[in-house]
């Protein structure tokens, strides 16, 4: 009888630490897409600021690369969001943009036109 006791006790201590060790995953990752997007999110902001303060008919080119699904790249006013499964990470800009890029994937150029920044792809 003790021993059945003993080995459900051992169960029952293995299985609450394969359901913490499980937790603790799910969060990592969780907090490891909302890094991916911020840091997205950042670079394309940043990217865009840079060109913004810089002189008439700057050229930026950067290759923004990121892996997922159900991801995307939205601007409003003064902010460039990151879409992802669990919400938006945003950063500001100071420009107005004008944006030709669907997806942000791959080489991207940042160019100052007239006083606004253009986004769009490289050109073949």
């Known amino acids: 009888m003790e021993f059945i006791v003993s080995v459900m006790m051992v169960l029952i201590?293995?299985?609450f630490?394969?359901?913490v060790f499980q937790d603790r995953t799910d969060?990592?990752?969780t907090k490891f897409i909302n890094w991916d997007s911020d840091v997205v999110a950042t670079r394309?902001?940043?990217n865009i600021n840079n060109v913004y303060l810089s002189d008439e008919n700057t050229v930026v080119l950067?290759?923004?690369s990121w892996v997922g699904k159900n991801r995307s790249v939205s601007f409003t006013e003064k902010a460039v969001n990151v879409w992802n499964e669990f919400g938006y990470i945003d950063a500001p800009i100071l420009a107005k943009i004008n944006n030709?890029?669907?997806d942000f994937n791959?080489?991207?150029i940042f160019e100052k036109t007239k006083?606004?920044?253009v986004v769009r792809y490289p050109d073949e």
């Open 13 to 15: 201590i293995f299985l």
């Open 17 to 19: 630490g394969l359901m």
């Open 27 to 29: 969060f990592n990752s």
């Open 44 to 46: 394309i902001a940043r």
């Open 62 to 64: 950067d290759y923004i």
């Open 100 to 102: 030709q890029v669907i």
């Open 106 to 108: 791959g080489p991207i």
């Open 115 to 117: 006083g606004i920044v």
